[in-house]
């Protein structure tokens, strides 16, 4: 359900998108969709995905021979569709990987959004719904702006048609789910959680993040362990990370999933937030500074001996 205008790249094909039913799927494979092979790993794009919105997914993501990707119901089952050239192809282009994980955010919304139940095809409104999904999960999984909105800004037509709008409803509608999520990740990192106020309140408020304390644009992104008279820049935030031995220090974790310490207006990395295979601690923070802290699917932190030594706020 993407619309794209013909791009030539240099893997040497054209790229249209076909409409997401179950007529265009039994002509766009060369065989049934259970005959589909699952390409190892691609499960985790899905994965990560849903695990920033809270659902299960009830649908499977699988490489076809389509010409790019589709959201389609067959035989009652929800899957999505992709072709693997192409995503590749994206991300070439844009040189990043945010394009094809927008790819994917984008026909995982027309599931959740409930677009594939009708049989009509695309129209622009739902498109734009589809957008919008796609800029909030990407906000939430870590993209800038300009990476939810790489691939539309690369593909799709300047113009309207009577199935999809043009680029400029559609970079907008990107934007306004990633501003949307923006919101939110601010607010929570301001904020304690409900079980977390007696701690909060025992806190001086200098060690909260306070607007006259933000940054430039560019402080975690570019220079993270740059000097600066003030905090971090919030919309780099994605929570703070608060550690049971070291109460009063501040620590956050940006956008990029690194981990980060303020000291005297000193910004330092001092680890990353890395994926594991374990569903009950699908996060550790990989660091030369800390022994290895796993983080539960709660937010909290925990040691190798099952210690609980803190929580994300």
């Known amino acids: 359900m ?53 659902l299960k997914p009830r649908f499977e993501l699988r490489a076809a021979n389509i010409e790019n990707a589709a959201a389609v119901v067959y035989n009652g089952k929800r899957y999505i569709l992709y072709n693997e050239r192409f995503l590749a192809a994206i991300n070439n282009a844009v040189h990043t990987d945010w394009g094809g994980v927008s790819i ?35 906000r939430k999984m870590g993209a800038n702006l300009s990476d939810a909105q790489a691939a539309i800004n690369l593909l799709s037509e300047e113009r309207s048609s009577s199935t999809h709008p043009g680029k400029k409803y559609r970079l907008d509608a990107i934007s ?46 570019e220079q993270p362990n740059s000097r600066s008279n003030s905090s971090i820049d919030s919309r780099f935030i994605l929570t703070r990370v608060h550690f049971s031995k070291a109460p009063k220090e501040e620590f956050y974790l940006t956008n990029k999933l690194h981990l980060v310490h303020v000291t005297d207006g000193v910004v330092k990395v001092v680890g990353k937030l890395v994926k594991t295979n374990d569903p009950d601690f699908p996060y550790y923070f990989e660091s030369e500074y800390l022994q290895p802290v796993f983080v539960s699917e709660r937010g909290e932190l925990v040691n190798k001996r099952g210690q609980r030594v803190g929580y994300l706020v």
């Open 2 to 54: 993407l619309y794209f205008k013909k791009f030539s790249f240099s893997l040497g094909f054209i790229l249209a998108l076909t409409i997401g039913t179950e007529a265009a799927v039994a002509t766009g494979l060369t065989a049934s969709v259970p005959t589909v092979e699952k390409v190892a790993g691609t499960r985790d794009i899905v994965q990560e995905i849903i695990n920033v919105i809270g």
């Open 176 to 221: 306004k789910g990633w501003r949307s999520a923006n919101e939110q990740l601010i607010a929570s990192a301001k904020g304690p959680q409900p079980d977390q106020k007696a701690i909060a309140r025992s806190e001086s408020p200098k060690q909260q993040v306070r607007p006259e304390q933000q940054t430039s644009r560019q402080q975690i992104a």
């Open 104 to 138: 994917i955010a984008h026909e995982i919304g027309h599931h959740l959004n409930g677009h594939t139940l009708s049989r009509s095809g695309s129209n622009p409104y739902d498109e734009l719904e589809a957008d919008e999904f796609s800029g909030f999960v990407l």
